[in-house]
């Protein structure tokens, strides 16, 4: 049952350091697209003060449960479904929201639909934290992400390096205002908005 990716044993204690800088309060992390299940162990265990909500589509979850079932950890919630292209999300308020390398591979459609709903669930002064590779306007994208952008296109046409732009106007637009970006090993990029403290954005 338990996949293992080795991406995620590289990059995720670099990432978790960046999240235990930025998620200092007690809360729920939904996070959405947990692939294997191995960064929800690695970043459950590392923020013992949140609870961690792994979800993704149905077909992950046998391997996030039985990495959640070795590990034992009581703030490691069950996985639950979150499939951008259905309605139903699993949590109705979060602290903060983790998406880590699944931007680039979902439709921009679905990045509407992540975005849309980190706006409606995250409370206000909450966290939408996304990580991975983005192009910026003003400068030429790295050779190995070009090489990425390429072979994600030619798999899947609608997937694909994001634009930083249109990311993060599509955030603005859901009432995220951008917090950091940080550059990543193997030019990846941690990226972070923090919920206005405004009254909730309703799509
Ligand atoms: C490249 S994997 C990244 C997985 C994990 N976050 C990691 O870093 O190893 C992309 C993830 O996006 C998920 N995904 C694809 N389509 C999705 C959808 N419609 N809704 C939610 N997750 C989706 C996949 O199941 C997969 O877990």
């Known amino acids: 049952m338990k996949q293992f990716a080795p991406s995620c044993e590289r990059n995720k204690q670099p990432i978790l350091v960046v999240l235990s800088e930025i998620l200092n309060t007690r809360g729920v992390i939904l996070e959405v697209g947990s692939g294997s299940g191995q960064h929800a162990v690695h970043f459950a265990r590392g923020l013992p003060h949140m609870e961690w909500q792994p979800s993704d589509v149905a077909e992950n979850l046998p391997s996030i449960s039985a990495w959640r ?92 390096v994001r634009l930083f732009e249109d990311v993060n106007r599509l955030a603005g637009q859901h009432g995220l205002m951008l917090a950091g970006d940080r550059a990543m090993p193997a030019n990846n990029r941690s990226l972070w908005w923090i919920k206005s403290q405004q009254a909730r954005v309703r799509p």
Not at 112 to 140: H, K, T
């Open 69 to 160: 079932a070795e590990a034992g950890l009581a703030n490691l919630r069950e996985p639950s479904i979150l499939d951008l292209f259905a309605g139903d999300w699993p949590v109705i308020e979060a602290q903060a929201v983790v998406c880590i390398n699944t931007i680039h591979i979902v439709s921009w459609q679905a990045v509407e639909s992540l975005f849309a709903g980190a706006g409606r669930i995250l409370a206000p002064g909450g966290i939408m934290y996304v990580y991975g590779p983005y192009r910026y306007a003003d400068r030429p994208l790295e050779p190995s992400n070009e090489d990425f952008d390429r072979w994600l296109k030619a798999r899947d046409s609608s997937s694909g």
